[in-house]
């Protein structure tokens, strides 16, 4: 029997590593980062927002571009990297009048699963059974530019499949932000066609 250690994902910026509540604030124009990640694993990057690219540049880093004026507007996005044992370190990206910050977000266990994505009609969260136990749970659907789509709330502890229906929303990159009572909230970038 092979025993295989579990895996820790991480995110660097500067050598630094990004906890839960950190933030990156960035006041100009243009700006390049490169984060590293480290995992042992294979992992993957998804985005979800119109106003800068994330990409996996190689093995070890991401390359988020703000390719526009970043400031002037208010608007969001996120950017998931996830290794193949479902850790994921969320950064969400907010743009205000003056700024944009990258806030993190650290699930190291997701209590959650979110099929199918790319999702046509109806999108299905199954909430992990000890969680609904005495979990609200309430799920936001997100434009690109951040305008809020839909909310539901689910209260039901005998539930722990939510279906969102998206059938009247255009093909396009969401973002779905679901939160709990007393569990942390995670972005989800989504796909409609």
């Known amino acids: 029997m092979e025993i295989v250690e579990e895996n820790e994902l991480t995110v660097l910026l500067d050598g630094v590593q990004l906890s839960e509540g950190d933030s990156i604030q960035h006041c100009s124009d243009t700006a390049t980062y490169i984060l590293a990640v480290n995992s042992a694993i294979p992992w993957t990057i998804a985005s979800v927002g119109d106003w800068f690219t994330a990409e996996k540049a190689d093995d070890a880093h991401v ?9 002037g507007s208010e608007r969001s996005g996120s950017i998931a990297v996830r290794d193949t044992q479902e850790h994921e370190v969320s950064l969400v990206v907010y743009q205000t009048e003056t700024c944009t910050t990258i806030g993190v977000e650290v699930a190291t266990a997701q209590w959650f699963n979110v099929w199918p994505n790319p999702a046509r009609d109806l999108v299905r969260i199954r909430i992990d059974q000890e969680v609904r136990v005495d979990e609200e749970v309430s799920i936001e659907l997100w434009t ?30 969401y973002l779905l932000r679901i939160s709990g009572t007393s569990k942390p909230s995670f972005s989800v970038p989504l796909i409609k066609y």
């Open 63 to 71: 390359k988020i571009v703000f390719s526009e004026n970043i400031t």
């Open 144 to 173: 690109a530019d951040g305008k809020l789509l839909q909310e539901q709330k689910q209260t039901d502890p005998a539930t722990n499949v939510i279906e969102l229906d998206v059938s009247a929303v255009s093909p396009g990159s």
